[in-house]
């Protein structure tokens, strides 16, 4: 069982266009995050849910959304696609952001603007 | 500004060579450090997490030190299924903080058997 999951795996479109990267997780947990990996791996936090109610909202451009409908799923829709989102997107979980209870991540989700 | 420096970018190793791998980070006040080994195309898998200077902590071949300034991740005797990113951050002290880590760019290692 995988307990973090995302769809989809690849993302490929162009600049303009409007897309959803899909969470969910089944490990019971509180608190989901988006973080974004840039071609260097710096990973760096975009936003993070607890209980469905938006905790961090890190400097992204208002294009991107997050949307939490219940504690297990959290949805990144991106408007108006730039080449500067290329990027991979990944999921996490944990338990309730606190530093006992590490993150799980999901796969990823490689996002290419072309 | 809270910030994370891993060293070096690249590492190659001969299997059973041992050797360390650096974080430095530079916190307000530090929660938490922590270790996640990343494979390729997978997203980043946990390994440790130390809270105090001084503190240590193993699991196989890895074992994972912090001072007040820098961790290290020591490999002992690495094997080729040892190979993965190790990505290093911290989780600074203060409400807003909850959950949100700083990572360093990770440090990628290469066992050659």
């Known amino acids: 069982d995988t307990a973090v999951s995302q769809t989809p795996k690849y993302l490929v479109t162009q600049m303009g266009n409007d897309k959803s990267i899909k969470c969910e997780q089944n490990?019971?947990?509180?608190?989901m995050y988006w973080y974004k990996q840039d071609s260097k791996k710096f990973l760096k936090i975009m936003f993070s849910y607890n209980n469905k109610e938006l905790i961090i909202n890190e400097t992204v451009p208002n294009r991107f959304s997050p949307k939490s409908p219940d504690k297990a799923h959290l949805n990144l829709h991106i408007n108006s696609l730039e080449l500067g989102d290329s990027a991979v997107y990944f999921c996490?979980?944990?338990?309730?952001?606190?530093?006992?209870?590490?993150?799980?991540f999901g796969n990823g989700t490689r996002l290419t603007v072309t | 500004e809270d910030q994370v420096t891993q060293s070096p970018e690249a590492l190659r190793l001969q299997e059973g060579e041992s050797s360390s791998l650096n974080c430095s980070y530079t916190v307000s006040g530090l929660r938490g450090l922590f270790w996640y080994r990343q494979d390729p195309g997978k997203g980043p898998e946990f390994l440790f997490t130390l809270y105090s200077a001084g503190e240590e902590k193993e699991k196989e071949r890895l074992k994972a030190t912090l001072t007040k300034k820098e961790s290290f991740l020591h490999i002992t005797a690495p094997k080729p299924e040892d190979s993965a990113t190790y990505l290093c951050a911290v989780q600074a002290l203060g409400s807003s903080n909850t959950g949100k880590l700083i990572f360093g760019q990770g440090t990628t290692l290469q066992v050659k058997p």
């Open positions: 490990l019971g947990h509180d608190t």
């Open positions: 996490a979980s944990s338990q309730d952001g606190d530093v006992n209870s590490p993150l799980h």
